[in-house]
């Protein structure tokens, strides 16, 4: 079956712009998380959606909002970009209940 | 969040079992240990998890002591394949499927 499905894979853009990344789950996972990973403060949790409601959200500013559809399908929106926003993005899927998680490849992004 | 304690990087021989350890002193009840690697430029990936007894699959052994205050994860015979960074993270059944990662292990595997 087909994993998770995040795109783009790299994107650049400039401080004080927003981007929206996306993120297509294994069919039938209905909860889908979105984390950052940086060198330095390694990977975080940005937020958890699970039946089109955000069930967690991590410390990240308001700048960073998320929603999901009602094919499960979820998307992230960074605003105003700063270049500390670069990161690699990574999306993962679960089925309900104390399951695995199942990541996608990530989306690469650069604020310069 | 409960937190864990993992050695900043580990090395092992290839073909030989490797032993990665976890500390989790503050592990309440509702708490699952879950492991998951990542490999080099990939998202990571799920290893195994356990709540109180000892599990296996066909990657690895997860070993709990007997208070849950620790745990460690045991790959029976290296390969090349297994250079990643491995990450021992609580997971509270009640919390949704939110992951709270650590600094993990980076093992190296030489040949």
């Known amino acids: 079956k087909a994993g998770v499905t995040q795109t783009p894979r790299y994107l650049i853009k400039t401080r004080g712009q927003q981007v929206t990344l996306s993120c297509s789950p294994i069919?039938?996972?209905?909860?889908v998380s979105w984390y950052q990973q940086t060198p330095g403060q390694g990977l975080q949790f940005l937020f958890e959606?699970?039946?089109?409601?955000?069930?967690n959200k991590g410390n990240f500013p308001g700048r960073f909002s998320g929603r999901q559809f009602s094919n499960s399908r979820s998307e992230m929106n960074v605003s105003t970009l700063e270049l500390g926003d670069s990161a690699l993005y990574l999306c993962?899927?679960?089925?309900?209940?104390?399951?695995?998680?199942?990541f996608g490849q990530g989306t690469r992004l650069t604020v310069v | 969040d409960a937190k864990t304690t993992q050695p900043n990087s580990m090395e092992s021989n290839e073909e030989e079992p490797v032993h990665l350890p976890c500390n989790h002193s503050?592990?309440?009840?509702?708490?699952?240990i879950h492991w998951y690697r990542q490999l080099p430029s990939q998202g990571p990936e799920y290893v195994i998890h356990g709540l109180t007894s000892n599990v296996n699959n066909r990657m690895a052994s997860l070993a709990i002591a007997e208070d849950r205050k620790s745990s460690t994860l045991i790959l029976h015979r290296a390969t090349l394949r297994d250079a990643a960074v491995y990450y021992c993270i609580l997971r509270d059944w009640n919390a949704g499927n939110m992951l709270t990662f650590g600094g993990g292990t980076r093992l190296m595997v030489k040949p």
């Open positions: 069919s039938g996972h209905r909860s």
């Open positions: 959606y699970f039946s089109e409601t955000q069930r």
């Open positions: 993962a899927s679960n089925l309900e209940g104390n399951t695995e998680a199942f």
């Open positions: 503050t592990i309440s009840g509702t708490d699952y």
